[in-house]
């Protein structure tokens, strides 16, 4: 054996983000998930879609006179579906000089774990004879891209290049015998290395433990040739999977492919037809949708099969996007459900219900396997599964012995002992009252309510739809500001996040301090909460709490577009909010942990929605999402929203070093496309529109009041009829309302979503000042706690309606 200088190598780092393709076959006997960019193999993921073996595979070519080219650097890329119905590729990868093209048709293997490139290279200028080639792969094996090992075997007589870390493997094969490997270790004795810096390859035969390469020479004597990548848990099981997925005929093998896929695609009754005008990334985003949609753990979906900024992230970014978001992973269920597929929707809806935690909640984002990745609380993630079953109960779509309501009841305990108030927004940075979770949430508490009530559950229906009225009743007070800060001309408007402290004796905006997460050193990273906005507020109008012609929703709608929107020559983009930090450097270099904001694709499928409920048309927004996405057809996390920077690929309106695709986008316009076929936004609970807006005067209980622990008020106002103390555990509630001249003992009610409650009517009261006994521990609380009788009158509006 001849051992490969240089170990390690250099520090492994991921590719780039901005896909151009991904794909897998229908089958689940395949497990064998891929992504394209730059005309070359990106990340290959096996044996689940959260776990890469690769970082990157392409071709190098060296001439006689001794000239060097790489695929991803050096050639003209181009980008083509080889069938409308599947996520087959043909990539053709041209020299600029016209001296040679490379054609490669990529597909996975639906019978086994192996991705097939079927390769042919033509001398357009000169003799084959003049040109080497070589296939050169970097693997990253789980999601690792140190501690790699490498070697040369041989398959029955078959030459290969292998490659493991613990109980994954890969092997290359080819149909066509390889002239020459190699394995080394990056920076040092690599084939890329080697070849750049001399135009030869030393054949290493092995490198063990650290960041290696697998090179392999193609033999151009044949005019094509397939190469396989292949993966098993052991190496004698990659090296069996590749030698027998050779044996077939590589056009076999794509035939059966496109076949897998023309059947599912057949199968969708929200497809428009081929010549729409929005045929194409409807269906580009249907691949994106389904593609993400796991096998082995059927339903889950995962937000992105790539890693942000990944060229510049390296093992310590285990994660990147691909892992289960619960509300990215919603989004996508109902963009199932507006294609028509049904069954994903309703695998997705299990996949929840087995990931669910003890607490009724789900993790922050977690890998397929329900392990949690980070470990935040967003309260919208634990909404947003509730509001699924609600539709999926609403279409039958449920069998006889299935019962999603555990998961409801589960779900809605979490909410209503640990809201209003969000540990995370929806951008994942801030905790405090935002505009968007409330609407989730709330929608959440009426259809969770009605879900209860069907099952004769009727003590969990009232206090969940108690408790939304009281959100939905002061979600102005919480979230919109008459002094905002954002604009002179915009006093009016809903804020990102209330922040909570300090804070008016009635709960209402007032000079709270929002931090700003990712900013650049030395930069303001506070700013006040009135001073920040962000679109999240149209998610009112969405779920069905605000009325989209709402004087609040218009004033708000006026300084996010004059603050947030930005032209391109395709149509408008929106930022995330004013002062954000996640994205690019002001140099355009990666984000880093720090940053600028830029344009983001999905908010333009958000406004386009809010189009539809005001009665206007969404096709601007539908255009400007299309005009955003790559070549491939992929809509990104974010575009560059500032002048070229060609060195570093970026250019105004393209997408950014950001991940893509982004499946949230992907299925915001899918049901956009839906939306605006039925005239009327897809995702609207109507049993919440009606109790807020077509009659939001039945059945309301306007003028409860709740105290909380995590929710503690100090006064109540004349319009406040009723006190609903409500704590997380059984106990005796001791209060007075003449200052302790009388003791009042009242036993707490248990509302069966882990709180227990007593209500105190107000008329005629100015305070009431209350403890507890703790039954179950037999302790007193140690404190009182006081609510008065606010006299003051509501602030001015200031101009505000």
């Known amino acids: ?65 001794g ?73 990253h094996i789980k999601n690792q891209g140190g501690h790699n090992n490498a070697a040369l075997i041989d398959l029955r007589g078959r030459q290969a290049v292998m490659a493991w870390r613990g109980d994954a493997a890969l092997c290359i094969g080819s149909t066509v015998p390889f002239v020459r490997r190699s394995v080394g270790f990056v920076g040092y004795s690599d084939g890329w290395t080697q070849l750049h810096g001399t135009r030869e390859l030393i054949e290493y035969t092995e490198a063990l433990d650290g960041n290696v ?50 059947a599912y695609m057949d199968s969708l009754p929200g497809l428009v037809p081929h010549d729409h005008p929005h045929a194409h990334l409807q269906r580009v985003s ?25 060229n510049a992230a390296g093992d310590g970014n285990m994660g990147g996007y691909h892992l289960v978001w619960p509300r990215d992973m919603v989004e996508a269920a109902q963009a199932f459900l507006a294609l028509g597929d049904i069954t994903s929707a309703r695998q997705s809806l299990f996949f929840l219900m087995a990931t669910q935690q003890a607490n009724g909640s789900w993790p922050q984002n977690f890998w397929l396997d329900g392990q949690p990745y980070w470990k935040g609380s967003q309260l919208d993630e634990t909404a947003f599964p509730i509001l699924l079953a609600y539709r999926l109960e609403q279409m039958d779509a449920m069998r006889t012995g299935e019962d999603l309501y555990p998961m409801v009841r589960r779900a809605l305990a979490y909410i209503c002992q640990t809201g209003p108030v969000t540990e995370q927004d929806r951008w994942e940075e801030d905790s405090g009252y935002s505009p968007s979770t409330l609407a989730i949430t709330i929608s959440a508490l009426i259809v969770g309510a009605e879900l209860a009530r069907r099952r004769g559950d009727n003590d969990v229906a009232a206090y969940c739809e108690m408790l939304a009225d009281y959100w939905q009743g002061r979600i102005d007070k919480w979230t919109f500001t008459e002094h905002g800060q954002v604009d002179p001309r915009f006093p009016c408007h809903y804020i990102r996040i209330h922040t909570q402290a300090p804070r008016s004796p009635d709960g209402r905006v007032d000079h709270g301090f929002v931090p700003i997460k990712n900013m650049p050193p030395g930069a303001p990273n506070l700013y006040p909460e009135e001073a920040v906005i962000d679109g999240g507020f149209l998610e009112l109008v969405r779920y069905g709490l605000k009325a989209a012609d709402d004087p609040h929703i218009t004033q708000s709608v006026a300084a996010y577009d004059a603050i947030l929107k930005q032209e391109l020559p395709y149509g408008p983009l929106w930022h995330r909010y004013n002062h954000d930090g996640y994205g690019e450097q002001e140099d355009g270099s990666p984000f880093q942990g720090h940053g600028r904001g830029r344009l983001w694709p999905l908010l333009a499928g958000e406004r386009g929605h809010y189009a539809i409920a005001l009665g206007q048309s969404p096709e601007p927004y539908l255009a400007a999402m299309e005009g955003s996405a790559s070549i491939g057809g992929l809509l990104p996390e974010q575009v560059w929203d500032s002048a070229d920077i060609p060195e570093r690929e970026l250019f105004l309106g393209r997408p950014s070093g950001s991940a893509m695709p982004l499946v949230w986008a992907h299925a915001e316009y899918i049901k956009l496309v839906r939306s605006a076929m039925d005239g009327h936004v897809f995702e609207l609970p109507e049993l919440v529109h009606t109790r807020y807006i077509q009659r939001p005067h039945d059945a309301r209980h306007s003028g409860m009041l709740f105290w909380q622990f995590n929710h503690k008020r100090l006064h109540w106002h004349a319009g406040d009829q009723l006190l609903r103390i409500a704590v997380p555990r059984p106990g005796v509630l001791v209060y007075t309302t003449d200052e302790w001249a009388h003791v009042l003992n009242a036993e707490l009610h248990d509302a069966h979503v882990g709180m227990y409650y007593h209500d105190i009517a107000l008329h005629g009261l100015t305070a009431v000042e209350f403890t507890f006994y703790w039954s179950t521990e037999q302790r007193w609380e140690g404190m009182n706690y006081r609510m008065e009788r606010s006299e003051g009158v509501a602030p001015a509006r200031s101009g505000c309606q």
């Open 286 to 310: 249907a691949f994106v949708l389904k593609t993400h949609h796991g096998k082995l753990f059927p339903g889950g979906i995962i937000a992105s099969l790539s890693i942000p900024w990944g």
């Open 67 to 139: 000239q060097f080219w790489e695929e991803k650097r050096d050639l003209i890329h181009e980008v083509q579906y080889i069938h409308p119905d599947a996520p087959a590729y043909k990539l053709i990868n041209t020299d600029p000089q016209g001296r040679f093209r490379i054609t490669k048709r990529i597909v996975t293997w639906p019978e086994g774990d192996a991705l097939l490139t079927h390769v042919r290279f033509e001398v357009l200028q000169g003799a084959r004879s003049d040109y080497r080639v070589f296939f050169l792969l970097a693997p």
């Open 1 to 65: 054996m001849s051992a490969a200088p240089g170990h390690p190598g250099l520090d492994a780092t991921w590719t780039s983000s901005a896909k151009h393709g991904v794909g897998t076959a229908m089958a689940d006997t395949s497990r064998v998930w891929f992504t394209l960019s730059h005309g070359i193999l990106n990340e290959i993921y096996f044996p689940r879609m959260d776990v890469a073996n690769t970082r990157d595979a392409q071709l190098l070519i060296v001439s006689r006179d």
């Open 213 to 262: 390469a697998l090179t392999a020479e193609l033999d151009l004597t044949s005019d094509e040739q397939t190469l396989a990548v292949a993966f098993g848990g052991t190496r004698e099981e990659a090296q069996f999977t590749a030698e027998l997925a050779l044996l077939h005929n590589y056009y076999h093998i794509e035939q059966d492919y496109i076949a897998g896929w023309s």
